[in-house]
């Protein structure tokens, strides 16, 4: 009975693993490069703004809902065997790289950008800088300041 129940899971992150690749070729078709095998055990929300480009490895891990943007123009490159936790969110405006192997906590928020803010309080552009997380990393928080 164990046996069939572990069967039963598998077969159904294989089919979520191969629906959402089909989702995210044809809703973004070329700007988008992923691999169809995967592990998708909760909701990816996915948005590519116009001239963006998203490409994953081989093998990503998602076990809570994910939130991904690109903003126009924007480059969001994860890596192979890269693990994502519940509740996560990536916001590029110019370039995130994710190396291979990384595993990232519940609740982490990764952004390439900051709202700038001046004695009138915070205006409506932003600071930009790209981020790198290199290979096999463990993240379970970034506080970056592109305060000056």
Do not use: W
């Amino acid at each position: 009975m164990f046996y069939l129940f572990f069967l039963l899971e598998k077969s159904l992150l294989l089919c979520r693993s191969i629906i959402f690749y089909f989702i995210i070729k044809l809703k973004h078709g070329s700007r988008a490069k992923i691999h169809f095998l995967n592990s998708i055990k909760n909701i990816v929300n996915c948005k590519l703004c116009r001239n963006s480009k998203f490409t994953v490895g081989k093998f990503l891990m998602i076990d809570g809902p994910i939130y991904i943007k690109c903003e126009k123009g924007a480059k969001l490159s994860i890596g192979n065997n890269v693990f994502f936790n519940h509740n996560c969110s990536i916001t590029a405006h110019s370039s995130i790289s994710i190396g291979d192997g990384c595993n990232i906590a519940n609740n982490v928020v990764i952004v390439d950008h900051n709202h700038k803010i001046s004695s009138n309080g915070v205006e409506n552009t932003f600071s930009i800088k790209n981020v790198t997380i290199g290979k096999k990393y463990g993240l379970v928080q970034i506080q970056q300041s592109f305060l000056e």
